[in-house]
């Protein structure tokens, strides 16, 4: 088990590397000057010189690429001093001279905006955007395996029909073009009866109590997001229902005089949920990443909007941290979900 685990995170790695290529060698393609960005458009020639030092913007693309892999990197040179040590948070492990070979967490460098660490605006934002993910996540796995469930024990009647029509339009519908729909339908013609608005974030500010939590402003946001994972469980949910009350052991368990729950609970739906563990797996990062129009629709505070923001300002730092965040739950949740698996169904053997 540990080195199955250890072999994925390995290749984890290997994708992240990837991830850090391909999007360093975008942002150097696309226009656009972040030192000019971060001083406005009338800034002084020795202005932007001294920014484009600061963040490094002066060197060769080259070497601004392995500066970075170097700042991400938990085996990594830096200075040894009192200074990069504050900086960095590392561990110093073998002197080299003026530098030092260090171990540290992955710094992702400062806002070329707000100058703060992206690691601080990640941590302030990140919450929000897992609420978001997993209420989606779980609206959509009791709702749709309900509805499969349902279905599949109510084949070819008018409650299969509708589940049926239910999951094409939810699959067929953008979440994009849903969140518009929904933000106007329940949170403007229909607030005075839902009590909802169109916009809001998990935390709103209150004069008199600062900073509360504000749980109305998700139900939107959170049936936008889980609209398009509950169709495909509903059809995930059937499809394996089907399947699984045709096989032989499920008529020898009628034969027994076993009950219809006993029979559709306890023996059908555990080997049915296989597909539906992949659907919820690979669903609930998707949704982090998903999240990014939903929650600029919204104006939900969460890491897709601080994204989309910062990739209107060519912000580089917090984009990359926050594509590498994304990109390390995939991975991390892959594995959870192969041990899974082997826990769910024993026919599964890790190797």
């Known amino acids: 088990m540990l080195q199955y685990a250890l072999k994925k995170l390995l290749y984890g790695f290997a994708v992240m590397a990837g991830v850090v290529v391909v999007v360093f060698l975008l942002f150097n393609i696309l226009p656009g000057d972040p030192a000019r960005m971060t001083l406005g458009q009338?800034?002084?020639?020795?202005?932007?010189?001294?920014?484009?030092?600061?963040?490094?913007?002066d060197r060769s693309r080259p070497v601004q690429f392995l500066l970075y892999m170097n700042d991400l990197s938990p085996l990594a040179l830096h200075e040894n001093n009192a200074e990069a040590a504050e900086k960095y948070y590392?561990?110093?492990?073998?002197?080299?001279?003026?530098?030092?070979?260090?171990?540290?967490?992955?710094?992702?460098?400062?806002?070329?905006?707000?100058?703060?660490?992206?690691?601080?605006?990640l941590a302030e934002t990140v919450p929000n955007t897992f609420v978001l993910a997993f209420?989606?996540?779980?609206?959509?796995?009791?709702?749709g395996v309900f509805l499969g469930v349902l279905s599949a024990v109510n084949k070819d009647t008018w409650i299969d029909k509708s589940a049926n029509a239910f999951a094409i339009l939810g699959i067929s519908a953008p979440s994009f073009f849903a969140g518009i729909i929904i933000a106007w339908l329940f949170g403007f013609v229909l607030s005075d009866y839902t009590g909802l608005?169109?916009?809001?974030?998990?935390?709103?500010?209150?004069?008199?109590?600062?900073?509360?939590?504000?749980?109305?402003?998700?139900?939107?946001?959170?049936?936008?997001l889980g609209l398009r994972p509950l169709a495909i469980i509903v059809q995930l949910t059937r499809s394996a229902m089907l399947d699984v009350l045709a096989q032989d052991y499920i008529r020898t368990a009628r034969a027994k005089?076993?009950?219809?729950?006993?029979?559709?609970?306890?023996?059908?739906?555990?080997?049915?949920?296989?597909?539906?563990?992949?659907?919820?797996?690979?669903?609930?990062?998707?949704?982090?990443?998903?999240?990014?129009?939903?929650?600029?629709?919204?104006?939900?505070?969460?890491?897709?909007?601080?994204?989309?923001?910062?990739?209107?300002?060519?912000?580089?730092?917090?984009?990359?941290?926050?594509?590498l965040f994304i990109a390390f739950v995939f991975v991390i949740i892959n594995i959870l979900v192969d041990v899974l698996y082997a826990f769910v169904d024993p026919r599964v053997k890790l190797a």
Request: aromatic share 14%.
């Open 42 to 57: 009338r800034s002084d020639v020795q202005s932007l010189e001294a920014v484009r030092k600061e963040f490094g913007l």
């Open 90 to 121: 590392y561990v110093r492990l073998i002197p080299l001279g003026a530098d030092a070979l260090v171990l540290k967490w992955p710094y992702l460098r400062r806002s070329y905006q707000t100058k703060r660490d992206v690691t601080t605006i």
């Open 135 to 143: 209420t989606a996540i779980i609206f959509a796995t009791l709702i």
């Open 197 to 224: 608005s169109m916009s809001g974030s998990l935390y709103s500010y209150d004069p008199f109590e600062g900073e509360v939590m504000t749980w109305k402003n998700l139900w939107l946001p959170m049936v936008t």
């Open 257 to 323: 005089g076993l009950s219809r729950n006993a029979i559709i609970y306890k023996h059908a739906l555990r080997n049915a949920l296989n597909p539906v563990i992949t659907a919820i797996s690979g669903w609930f990062a998707s949704l982090l990443a998903g999240s990014f129009f939903v929650e600029y629709i919204f104006g939900y505070n969460g890491l897709g909007r601080t994204t989309v923001t910062a990739l209107e300002m060519s912000d580089f730092p917090v984009v990359m941290g926050a594509i």
